[in-house]
């Protein structure tokens, strides 16, 4: 079963690439023939003289990144991007969300549907779409908006699965709480989930972590790519325990979007650290397990720094004494292990339905895969994809600063002139405080 | 992607030559096998020069850099605007007119993707303030959706030019109305500039020899071989209109473009003065002394000292600011001095966290790394009251009036609505600075029904 990437904007088409090369190397570096097949099959295609070409389409409102991405996969030499798979044009969209929305995604939309198309009927089977943007600039958010929409309208039995790339929160694109809160409002109705990297997170993890000295936005793209390998790699799970499964997106949303009100979906992965360091180091299960478990209660997205003395309430007390003494409550989880004996790992510590909201049947919020391939290089490596407060806190200082500018009717003529209206801005901000209260509320 | 460039006057012409002389300078640096790039055609196919007396132009069409540009895109006349924006505007502007459309339509049909029309000129003179003013607004009418970014060079007040406060003004009204993005730049702070260069490179300090071609006053290495007056301070000018298309023609793993600048920097279609900052200065010569720390780089983008007009952003109110960063600089260094330098300025209360920020890959030519700053900021204040001042004073007198009310189509309600649209200006920025002296709290969120 096969995913079909759609990279959109700048961002997309710089991690898209990191991606595809990560799930390369680690297929063709395991050496396991299955695995690789699985791997292989789910993210490229073959052609006839037994090139590897990636099941992903680019799209941009200017050329250069894309120029950039085609270059270097084909100069690699070991997997390249199809011929005629992007789509561009020259004068990109000035971060301004209304104007991707609003111009250039309907003006495009039937060269872009063609391209998706294409990708999708060369799949024998569709195991979903993967559509990977940031929502600060225009593009991405944009355009990416429209796009995810005309895929839903084209596939609407499709799973449909969105990775979000949110910026800085001290500030990369002035105009980012708007576009955020125009992209997120609006994905949430048309996307199945959406999976979110913060680049703060990231850039704590390539600091402190893997001791880069001077992070580059390779190093956040890498890291990413590294996490989101971790995810959509071949693993045996709950329906397919021994086979790789053919519907990771399938199960992954069944295992976590259990309403369609909560589709945020936050991911961590141990351990992570510089390639010098891997060597060196020998983890245990329980020990990896251990640490994971404390962060999802904590909230603490890298294995540093986390607070050991949150813990779990033992009454299912109401959620805003929990909230303040620090404990993130779950939905559901999923955790992924992959590597040394990892059949001998046990995770009951995740099953507590004391982790989770009581209103869900206790067997329906923990789901644990595996492999035993080890992964991209960590002999063992553990992810979690929660469904969670954990994003609860930095979508709310989005929403805040976005109406503070807002309540001051900041930059409005910017998107007024291309047709979004305050009134789509009130809409906006009234589906997330929507969505801020029910995770604030779980 | 490309830009028309659009050069109005002696100072515009002046200014655009050494805009492009650098430019080849710069792209003959990365591109060793030859000058004439893609990314660098761009540029020339879409020059309009335009003067009213021949003086400049002919030395263009005399000069190194006549093979770039063919007699069809300059426009000239004989006698001048005489130092009078009625001329130029009026009378130059309802005779030219169709020509200068006509040729922008050209050079425009020429780009795959026309994005922005850069516009320079004086403020003080006659041409560039009167006619350049004209045509931003013929090219608001033709071309509704290209961004207009105007470089204005602000007289100083020993400025030789009388009427300059009266051209300025005039000028003004219409960047206020008609510009997406106006970068003002003064020329005492050009002048500053080049002394502290000139002063840095003759105190034969050890260890102060300044790097060859590194100083942002040098056009060394460029195709032009005399040097000539202004050139010092052109190159600086020069420069900044560089360092902002550096992401349009080069790759960087963050790719700020004019559009993203023009959208990011201005809140409110008024307020879209930017001042401009460029650091370094120069590159020392010697290899063992330590390149100047980078971080003393972000902090010399938001010293006065750097500006290129007479302005201090870090005492007084940011609406919103744009760093671009060039050469070998990881995003790190970007965010590290982010977070360093963000508790010493002060920004408008809806806009806390108001930066937008670019990374190229490619430094300027004799340095490993420059940073661009582009601020709106409430420092803009004191110098459009000071040009107001100036302004008021030979108005009340009514001093060389009958010069302009005698030109056809000027009227003293030209002036007086100048003036109060100056005056209007200068109270939002008023306005915006007394939010800061208020304790800021964030207003009520939306509430909404559970």
Redesign the interface.
């Given at each position: 079963m096969s995913v079909v990437t759609v990279q959109l904007g700048?961002c997309g088409n710089?991690i898209g690439p990191e991606l595809f090369s990560t799930v390369y190397e680690d297929s063709t570096g395991a050496g396991r023939k299955t695995y690789q097949e699985s791997s292989r099959e789910r993210f490229f295609w073959e052609t006839s003289d037994g090139v590897l070409v990636a099941r992903s389409v680019l799209v941009d409102m200017?050329?250069?990144?894309i120029s950039?991405a085609v270059a270097k996969a084909s100069k690699s030499g070991k997997w390249r991007y199809g011929e005629k798979a992007h789509f561009c044009?020259?004068?990109?969209?000035?971060?301004?969300w209304a104007n991707g929305y609003c111009v250039h995604g309907p003006r495009h939309k039937e060269s872009v549907e063609d391209l998706v198309r294409r990708e999708v009927e060369r799949c024998d089977r569709l195991a979903g779409i993967f559509a990977m943007m940031s929502v600060a600039g225009?593009t991405g958010s944009g355009v990416g908006t429209f796009v995810t929409q005309c895929l839903r309208d084209m596939y609407p039995q499709a799973f449909i699965l969105n990775h979000l790339t949110w910026p800085?929160?001290?500030?990369?694109?002035?105009?980012q709480n708007y576009n955020s809160v125009l992209t997120l409002s609006r994905l949430y109705q048309l996307s199945d989930a959406l999976v979110v990297h913060e680049n703060d997170t990231v850039?704590k993890i390539?600091?402190r972590l893997m001791n880069?000295?001077?992070?580059?936005?390779?190093?956040?793209n890498k890291v990413i790519a590294h996490q989101l390998g971790s995810v959509l790699q071949p693993a045996y799970t709950g329906d397919s325990p021994s086979n790789y499964s053919r519907n990771p997106i399938g199960e992954l949303l069944s295992s976590l979007v259990c309403h369609p009100e909560y589709k945020l979906l936050s991911l961590c992965n141990i351990p992570q650290m510089s390639h010098t360091s891997l060597a060196y180091s020998a983890y245990t299960w329980p020990g990896l397990l251990k640490h994971l478990r404390q962060m999802l209660i904590a909230n603490a997205r890298m294995e540093e720094g986390i607070d050991w003395k949150v813990c779990v309430p033992s009454s299912r007390g109401d959620s805003v004494r929990t909230g303040q003494m620090g404990f993130n409550r779950s939905l559901a989880n999923l955790m992924i292990l992959r590597g040394k004996d990892v059949s001998s790992a046990d995770a009951g510590a995740f099953k507590d339905p004391a982790l989770y909201v009581p209103w869900l049947p206790p067997d329906g919020t923990f789901s644990l895969w595996n492999s035993p391939v080890p992964f991209n290089g960590y002999e063992k490596s553990a992810s979690l994809v929660s469904n969670s407060q954990s994003l609860l806190k930095p979508l709310d200082n989005m929403?805040?600063?976005a109406?503070?500018?807002f309540?001051?009717r900041?930059?409005m003529?910017?998107y007024t002139k291309f047709g979004i209206s305050e009134d789509d801005f009130?809409d906006s901000?009234?589906t997330l405080?929507?969505i801020i209260?029910s995770y604030s509320?779980l | 992607r490309t830009q028309s460039l659009i050069r109005f006057g002696q100072c515009g012409n002046q200014v655009g030559c050494r805009f492009w002389d650098l430019a080849l300078r710069e792209h003959a640096h990365v591109n060793k096998k030859g000058i004439y790039d893609e990314a660098l055609s761009s540029f020339f196919q879409n020059a309009v020069l335009v003067d009213m007396e021949e003086g400049v132009l002919s030395e263009v069409l005399q000069g190194p850099l006549r093979q770039l540009f063919s007699t069809t895109q300059l426009i000239s006349d004989v006698s001048g605007s005489g130092n009078n924006w009625a001329v130029g505007h009026h009378s130059y502007g309802s005779v030219y007119r169709e020509q200068i459309v006509d040729q922008v339509r050209r050079a425009a049909e020429q780009c795959d993707c026309l994005q922005c029309f850069f516009i320079i000129h004086s403020m003080g003179g006659g041409t560039g303030s009167g006619l350049g003013t004209r045509v931003l607004k013929l090219l608001e009418d033709e071309f509704p959706e290209v961004c207009r970014l105007v470089t204005a060079v602000y007289p100083s007040a020993e400025d030789d030019v009388i009427t300059s406060p009266y051209n300025s003004v005039l000028a003004m009204r219409e960047l206020t109305e008609h510009a997406d993005c106006v970068l003002p730049i003064e020329n005492q702070s050009l002048v500053d500039i080049v002394s502290k260069i000139q002063h840095m490179a003759h105190t034969g300090k050890p260890g102060s020899v300044i790097k060859k071609d590194s100083t942002i006053i040098s056009g060394q290495g460029g195709v032009a071989k005399t040097e000539k007056p202004f050139d010092a301070m052109n190159n600086i000018v020069a420069n900044l209109l560089l360092n902002i298309t550096s992401s349009a023609r080069f790759e960087g793993s963050l790719n700020m473009d004019l559009n993203e600048i023009a959208m990011n920097l201005v809140p409110f279609p008024r307020l879209h003065y930017l001042v401009s900052s460029l650091t370094p200065l120069y590159t020392l010569a010697d290899v063992n002394i330590p390149t100047r720390r980078l971080d003393q780089m972000f902090t010399d983008a938001f010293s006065k000292d750097h500006q290129l007009m007479r302005a201090d952003p870090k005492h007084n109110l940011y609406l919103a600011c744009a760093l671009m960063l060039r050469g070998n600089v990881q995003l790190s260094d970007l965010r590290r001095n982010i977070e360093r330098l963000r508790p010493t300025l002060s920004f408008v209360q809806w806009n806390t966290e108001g930066w937008k920020t670019g990374l190229c890959s490619v430094p300027p030519v004799g340095h490993t790394h420059s940073l661009l700053a582009l601020a709106n900021n409430t420092c803009v204040k004191p110098s459009f009251m000071e040009l107001r001042e100036r302004f008021v004073r030979l108005y009340r007198k009514k001093a060389h009036l009958h010069h302009y009310l005698g030109v056809d189509g000027m009227d003293v309600s030209g002036f007086s609505e100048a003036l109060s649209s100056l005056t209007g200006l200068i109270d939002q920025y008023s306005q915006l600075d007394s939010t800061n002296t208020a304790p800021s709290q964030d207003p009520p969120r939306l509430n909404i029904a559970c």
């Open positions: 700048q710089q200017e050329p250069k990144v950039q044009q020259k004068q990109g969209s000035g971060n301004n225009g800085y929160g001290t500030g990369e694109v002035i105009v850039h390539c600091s880069i000295k001077h992070i580059s936005i390779g190093d956040i929403v805040r600063k109406w503070n500018m309540v001051s900041a930059y003529h910017q009130l901000f009234t405080e929507q209260s509320h | -």
